[in-house]
């Protein structure tokens, strides 16, 4: 199965990547040595510095054409960035990480990840969040230099209501705007020093594919239907005035702590409102396992440029999957949308956090590969 020729290779990419790696022994050991105060936060970014150029070469090593840092500056995908937003604290969590014992695979439901609070009013801090952190990456690398963040909807959907301190934000309309005006500097920031490829990573989105999750959301006062529109309305006004050339995707996940997941639930309930309000280049899916549900919501993916890059091939385990079987799935969702609007990716990263998925360096490296080849099979138009 080949798609019908066609050369405009672009963000995202036929072969691409959500971004995180697992965090190199190295890496984790100087992070320690550091919150112990045993390294200068100067000799913590040598360390860092060091083991990006060597991520960079291997994603070049692999065939990739977006390049990320890994997370190597980060502890998780979300709280390093959440937090550096002025009025945004990060609350502790009784559990937090799954427990050993749990099976490796499995949706786990009591874990509960730290929930960002809103407790001052919030603000962009000078100098940007994530700026210093590209203009690295783009400097050691002549590809696409690639940077995830949080999406918008993160500093909401944990807490709800809750999560947002009453006598800062009485009005939480307001809490909104200030949202949006946080996001459109980092976007305009990064945009400013370069940056033409910008993830938003949104659990929450496919968290609202969850009966559980649903009823939880219903807790807290809030509407599971409204909210798709309300985080679609977040986005839009964030990046709304980037530079035409700037692509800008959105990645859905159901947790990914350790090899195991916390969510289930397919696309229905969220694919016509998500592919049709939100007003970006792309959508990262996860399709690497069952609680993903089928392809059949791929129907509301419009007809045109938008991109649908489908993880049908795990971060979780190192067993590489059949070419013929993932060539097969990619089969089975051209029923409900053209191949030529499909990429190919993992399901998620490789380390959400610092503790990663279950396998090695070596097995991450052969995912990576692995796809660019069945991508380079399946699109050989594009290499």
Known sequence: MTASPKSNDHAPFRADQVGSLLRPAELKTARERKAKGEITQAALIEVEDRLIRAAVAMQ???????????????????????????????????????????????VVRD???????????????EGGIQRKSFEFLKGVTTRTAKVTIPSPSMLHF????????????PDMDKFFEDIIAVYKAEVMDLAAAGCRYLQLDDTNLAYLCDAGMRDRVKSLGEDPDKLPHLYAR?????????PKDMKITVHLCRGNSLSRGHAEGGYEPVAEAMFNALKVDGFFLEYDDARSGDFAPLRFVPKGNLRIVLGVVTSKFGQLEAKSAIKKRLEEASKYMPLEQM????????????????????EQMAKLRHIVEIADEVWPQSK
Do not use: M
């Open 234 to 242: 977040l986005i839009n006004a964030a990046i709304a005035d980037r």
């Open 111 to 125: 874990w509960q990840p730290p929930t960002p609070k809103t407790v001052a009013r919030l603000g962009w801090p």
């Open 343 to 362: 990429c190919l990716s993992a399901q998620c990263g490789f380390a959400s956090h610092t503790g990663g998925n279950l396998l090695s360096e070596q």
């Open 60 to 106: 070049e090593q692999a065939g990739l054409k977006s390049i990320t840092d890994g997370d190597f500056r980060r502890t998780s995908w979300s709280g390093d960035f959440l937090t550096s937003i002025k009025g945004v604290v990060q609350l502790p969590t009784s559990v937090s990480h799954p427990k050993a014992d749990t099976p490796v695979g499995t």
């Open 158 to 169: 944990r807490g709800g209501r809750g999560g947002v301190d009453a006598a800062v934000y």
